[in-house]
């Protein structure tokens, strides 16, 4: 069956826009995890969904960055103002659960802040 | 709080030999440890998670991890490389007490040469 998939693959924007990232998950994932994956800071959790509601936002660097998810399903990650320090491979999963379900992960999307 | 540290950034090993990546973590709770691997310019790929049952985990493509509480550590073994595991790998731990939101703290990677 179908993986979950991210889109754009890839995004080169310039400081101060705002972008939208898609993640559209596995069916019938109930839990939908983004991360971000950049050459300082490895890999950091960013937000965690069940549902369409956000229970655990703690990894959002700052206000710039929201998030959302509708129909329990496709989920959108927004950064705002885009500053360089944003640039990154922004990673998205999902499970049935949480806890010690498998997260899934898709291929991420690469953005390019210049 | 939750971290995880993998010894080494960079492992060489040649095709056939054993490969050992390391992982330390530190969790004021008992923990999920999990191995993910990487191949270049694709996600993250599960190779294997420990959820407090057995402490000897195997995992996909011959691999396996020994989860050892008293020295808090969960290294990545394979008995003989092969050129296609040439990747990078990622420890990563959550917490595992009930009603966790599964999220994972990552450690910072080990890329893995497999030289012929």
């Known amino acids: 069956g179908a993986g979950v998939s991210q889109s754009p693959s890839n995004k080169v924007t310039e400081k101060g826009k705002d972008v939208e990232l898609r993640c559209d998950p596995i069916?019938?994932?109930?839990?939908l995890y983004w991360y971000r994956q950049s050459l300082g800071q490895g890999l950091e959790f960013l937000i965690y969904?069940?549902?369409?509601?956000?229970p655990d936002k703690s990894g959002l660097p700052s206000d710039r960055f929201s998030a959302e998810r509708t129909g329990g399903s496709v989920s959108t990650l927004t950064i705002q103002r885009t500053q360089q320090e944003d640039s990154a491979v922004y990673l998205c999963?999902?499970?049935w659960g949480q806890g010690t379900d498998t997260q899934y992960f898709g291929p991420g999307t690469r953005l390019t802040v210049l | 709080a939750q971290s995880v540290t993998q010894l080494g950034s960079h492992v060489s090993v040649s095709e056939g030999a054993l490969v050992l990546l390391r992982c330390n973590y530190s969790?004021?709770?008992?923990?999920?440890l999990f191995w993910y691997v990487q191949y270049p310019n694709q996600g993250l790929q599960l190779l294997l998670k420990?959820?407090?049952?057995?402490?000897l985990v195997k995992g996909i493509n011959g691999f396996e991890a020994e989860f050892k509480k008293s020295e808090t550590s969960f290294h990545l073994t394979k008995p003989s490389a092969h050129m296609s595991d040439a990747a990078e790998y990622f420890c990563?731990?959550?917490?595992?007490?009930?009603?966790?939101?599964?999220?994972?703290?990552f450690g910072q990677g080990t890329t893995l040469q497999v030289k012929p």
């Open positions: 420990y959820t407090s049952a057995a402490t």
């Open positions: 990563a731990v959550s917490d595992g007490l009930s009603g966790n939101t599964g999220k994972l703290i």
């Open positions: 069916s019938g994932h109930t839990a």
């Open positions: 999963a999902s499970s």
């Open positions: 969790s004021s709770v008992p923990p999920y």
């Open positions: 969904f069940q549902g369409n509601s956000a």
